[in-house]
C-alpha cells in the first residue's frame, strides 16, 4: 500500500509540474456548462516518459512496461484531485474518470521499436511500441462504448443507484467486454443491468499498416521472396480520420489480443500518429559534382549530359533523349510543398517500341521513392470489402494510384486498358481526386455514402502510335505536326498535360543500334557497354533525383516573363484549334522549375523556361497541330550529343530557338513589347 501511495505522490508532482493539474482543470470547465450526467469523462494527458523517470524511476517504468496500471493511478490521482478541488460535481466514484495516456514518445530502443517485418508477433509483454509504416486501407469512422452504466436489480442492494458499477473500454477490448448481459454485481451477485441512457460513445475507425518496403512488390525493384503482412491499428475518438491512405506514419500503440469469435487476431490500439518521412541520403555523387564544374558557363550542358548518360542499361545513348529529360523531370518534381500542395508532372509518351520504352519507364522508376507498376488486372484507385474486425462497415483498400502517393504511377501500355477504364483514368487526371462509391444497404448503414480521396502521384503511360486496330482515323501529318496516339483519346491526351513521341529517326541504324545494345548486355553482363569521359551508376542517378526533389526554387522575373508570354501568345494563336487552360500554366512552371532542379540550382532561370515552352509546344503540337511558333519535332534534343561537337551545336540551336520564342511573344502577347525589346 505504500508503494501505491508513493506512486500516487509522484504522479501528482509530475501533473504540478507539467501542467497536467491546470489543463485538467481546463478540460473540467465544458462538463459544468452542460446538465447532462454521463456515465464516463473523458481526459487526455500528455505523457513525457523521459520527465516521468526523472520523477520517479518506478513510475516511469510502469508508464512504459504497465500502461494499463500506470493508466490506474494517474486515474486515481485525477479523480482525488476534481474532487478536492470541486472541478466536476456530477463526478462521483473513481471508475467515472476515463484517463487516457497519451505518450509524446518512447525511447529510442530495440525493446521499443516494432519492425512490421519481424515474426512471430505477440511474445513478450505487451509494452507500448513504435513503428513506421504505410496505410493501405482504412474502414469508415464508427461508433464504440467508451463507457456504461450498470445496475443492480436487486432493489434492495447499494448498487441498484449510483455509479457503482462503470464499464469503460480498455486497449484490445471488444463491444462484448465492454457491454453485455451476463455481469454480476460485486456486493450481491445478481445480475446487472445496463443504464441504457447513459451510455457513452465515441469514434473508432480501422487502419492496415503495412511495412514500406512491401511496396518493392509492387514497383520496379528486384523483387524477393519476403512475405510482408499487414497489421490492424484501432484509432479512436480524436485519432479518427489522422491518417491517409498511401501516406507513411510512424505510430506509437499498445499491441492487443483480440479475441475474435473462434480466434484471436493481433492488434494495435494507436496512441499517437504522425506523419513520417523516412531519411533518405542525398548528397550529390562526386561524378555529377565534377560534371556540373566543368559545364559550368554553358547554360544547357549539365542536363543535356545528365540525360544523354541516362537509362544506358536499357537504350544506346542518342535514342529516346527527350523522352529521358522529361522522366527526369518528372522525377525530381514529385513533392509536396509546405502548404501540403501536390506539385506532380503527368507524362504520356507515344511510340512505335512499346517494349524498350516500358522498360526505360521500368528502370526510371526504380529511382522513385514510391513507384508502383500497375497490373492492368489489379484495382487502380480503390476497392471496397467488408471489415472483419466485428464493426461490418466498409473497409476501403488503396489502389495503385493510391500506393503510389508521392511518387509515380506507372500505368503502362494504355492499349490494354478498356474504354471505361481509360475514361476512370481521365477523371482523376483532371480532378486528381479518386471518388468511392459505399452501398448503405450491403455495408449496414441507412443511406449510401460517397468518398472523395486526393490522388497525389505522377501517372506514366505509353501508347502504341502503330496499333492499328485502334486507330482514330487520323493518319500522320507533317503540316500540322499531329501523331497518331493509337487507342488514346485527344481529351485522355490533354488531361496527361505532357506527350512525348518517340520517334523513329535513324530508321534501321537505330533499330540496328539497339539489337547491338540488347544482344552486347546479355553477352557483357554487369560491364559498362560505351566508353565515355563520364560514367554514372544507378545509385548516382537515385542520389541526384533525391537531392534535386529536396530544393526549393523559385521563378525569377525573367522566367516567369518568358511563361506568361509564351502562355499569352499562344492563347491568342490558338483560340480555334485548342483551349490554353489555366492547366498549361502549370505545365510550364512544373517544367521550368523541374529542369532548374537537375540543374542543381534554386532560381528558375530564362533557359530553364526555354526548355519548358519547347517541350509543352511540342506537346500540344503533337495533340492539336503546329501553331505559329514553328520548331522542330525534337527540339530539345535536335542534335547527336555524342561528343564536345554536338554539344556545341545544341547550344547555338538552342540559342536561335530562343530568339524566335522571343519574336514570337513580341509579335502575338499582349502588352509584351512593355518587358522585350525588338532585338
Not at 539497339?514 to 542517378?541: M, N, R
Amino acid at each position: 500500500m505504500s508503494d501505491i501511495l508513493s506512486l500516487k505522490e509522484s504522479v501528482l508532482v509530475y501533473l504540478d509540474r507539467s501542467g497536467g493539474l491546470q489543463k485538467l482543470a481546463e478540460d473540467c470547465k465544458p462538463l459544468n456548462e452542460t446538465h447532462q450526467i454521463e456515465a464516463v469523462y473523458r481526459f487526455c494527458i500528455s505523457v513525457n516518459p523521459s520527465d516521468v523517470i526523472e520523477v520517479d524511476a518506478v513510475l516511469g517504468d510502469r508508464v512504459l512496461c504497465d500502461p494499463l496500471g500506470a493508466t490506474a493511478l494517474f486515474q486515481s490521482v485525477c479523480f482525488l484531485a476534481i474532487k478536492t478541488l470541486s472541478l466536476v460535481e456530477k463526478i462521483h466514484t473513481e471508475s467515472q474518470v476515463n484517463v487516457i495516456l497519451k505518450l509524446t514518445h518512447l525511447p529510442p530502443f530495440p525493446e521499443y521499436t516494432l519492425d512490421l517485418c519481424s515474426f512471430p508477433r505477440g511474445q513478450g509483454p505487451m509494452r507500448p511500441v513504435s513503428m513506421e509504416g504505410l496505410a493501405i486501407a482504412m474502414t469508415r469512422v464508427t461508433k464504440y462504448t467508451q463507457g456504461a452504466r450498470f445496475l443492480c436489480v436487486n432493489d434492495e442492494c447499494a448498487c441498484s443507484t449510483g455509479f457503482h458499477h462503470i464499464r469503460v473500454h480498455a486497449p484490445g477490448a471488444t463491444e462484448s467486454a465492454t457491454v453485455r448481459n451476463d455481469f454480476s454485481c460485486m456486493m450481491c451477485s445478481s445480475p446487472l443491468k445496463e443504464d441504457v441512457k447513459f451510455r457513452v460513445l465515441g469514434d473508432k475507425q480501422l487502419v492496415e499498416l503495412i511495412h514500406v518496403k512491401a511496396l518493392d512488390a509492387l514497383s520496379a525493384h528486384q523483387q524477393s521472396s519476403v512475405r510482408y503482412q499487414s497489421v490492424t491499428l484501432f484509432l479512436r475518438d480524436e485519432l479518427c480520420n489522422s491518417m491517409r491512405i498511401g501516406r507513411l506514419y510512424r505510430v506509437l500503440g499498445i499491441p492487443a489480443h483480440v479475441q475474435q469469435w473462434s480466434g484471436i487476431t493481433w492488434s494495435v490500439e494507436a496512441n499517437s500518429v504522425k506523419p513520417w518521412d523516412p531519411e533518405h541520403p542525398h548528397e550529390v555523387s562526386a561524378s555529377f559534382q565534377q560534371l556540373l564544374k566543368a559545364t559550368t558557363g554553358f547554360r544547357w550542358r549539365f542536363s543535356a549530359v545528365v540525360t544523354h548518360c541516362f537509362g544506358l542499361d536499357v537504350a544506346p545513348p542518342g535514342l529516346y533523349n527527350t523522352l529521358k529529360l522529361s522522366l527526369l523531370l518528372s522525377l525530381v518534381q514529385n513533392r509536396a510543398d509546405a502548404k501540403d500542395t501536390f506539385h506532380n508532372l503527368d507524362l504520356l509518351a507515344v511510340t512505335a517500341d512499346t517494349l524498350i520504352l516500358d522498360r526505360l519507364m521500368t528502370y526510371s522508376l526504380s529511382l522513385a521513392r514510391h513507384g508502383v507498376r500497375h497490373q492492368a488486372s489489379g484495382e487502380m484507385f480503390a476497392s471496397l470489402s467488408r471489415d472483419e474486425h466485428g464493426a461490418g462497415t466498409a473497409n476501403i483498400h488503396a489502389g495503385s494510384a493510391l500506393l503510389a502517393t508521392g511518387g509515380i504511377c506507372m500505368l503502362g501500355d494504355l492499349g490494354c486498358y478498356k474504354k471505361e477504364r481509360l475514361d476512370a483514368i481521365q477523371s482523376v487526371l483532371e480532378s486528381c481526386t479518386v471518388s468511392v462509391f459505399i452501398p448503405g444497404k450491403k455495408y449496414g448503414e441507412d443511406a449510401d455514402q460517397q468518398l472523395s480521396f486526393p490522388v497525389h502521384c505522377s501517372f506514366w503511360a505509353l501508347t502504341d502510335s502503330t496499333d492499328a486496330s485502334r486507330r482514330s482515323g487520323r493518319a500522320d501529318c507533317a503540316i500540322l505536326g499531329t501523331a497518331e496516339m493509337g487507342p488514346v483519346p485527344v481529351q485522355l491526351a490533354d488531361a496527361f498535360g505532357l506527350v512525348i513521341q518517340c520517334r523513329d529517326v535513324g530508321g534501321e541504324q537505330a533499330l540496328l543500334a539497339q539489337t547491338i545494345h540488347t544482344l552486347q548486355q546479355a553477352v557483357q553482363l554487369g560491364k559498362p557497354l560505351y566508353s565515355s569521359c563520364w560514367e554514372f551508376s544507378s545509385q548516382d542517378y537515385q542520389e541526384l533525383v533525391a537531392h534535386a526533389q529536396s530544393l526549393q526554387v523559385e521563378l525569377s522575373p525573367r522566367a516567369e516573363k518568358i511563361i506568361h508570354g509564351y502562355y499569352m501568345a499562344s492563347r491568342r494563336v490558338r483560340t480555334q484549334s485548342v483551349n490554353m487552360s489555366a492547366a498549361s500554366v502549370k505545365l510550364l512552371i512544373s517544367l521550368a522549375e523541374a529542369h532548374c532542379k537537375l540543374c542543381l540550382r534554386t532560381q528558375v532561370l530564362e533557359e530553364d523556361a526555354v526548355i519548358a515552352v519547347l517541350l509543352c509546344e511540342n506537346s500540344v503540337t503533337l495533340k492539336h497541330g503546329a501553331s505559329a511558333l514553328v520548331i522542330p519535332p525534337d527540339a530539345v534534343f535536335p542534335c547527336d550529343l555524342g561528343d564536345v561537337d554536338g554539344l556545341q551545336r545544341r547550344d547555338e540551336t538552342l540559342d536561335v530557338l530562343h530568339q524566335n520564342i522571343l519574336r514570337f511573344i513580341y509579335t502575338y502577347a499582349p502588352g509584351a513589347g512593355a518587358y522585350i525589346t525588338e532585338e
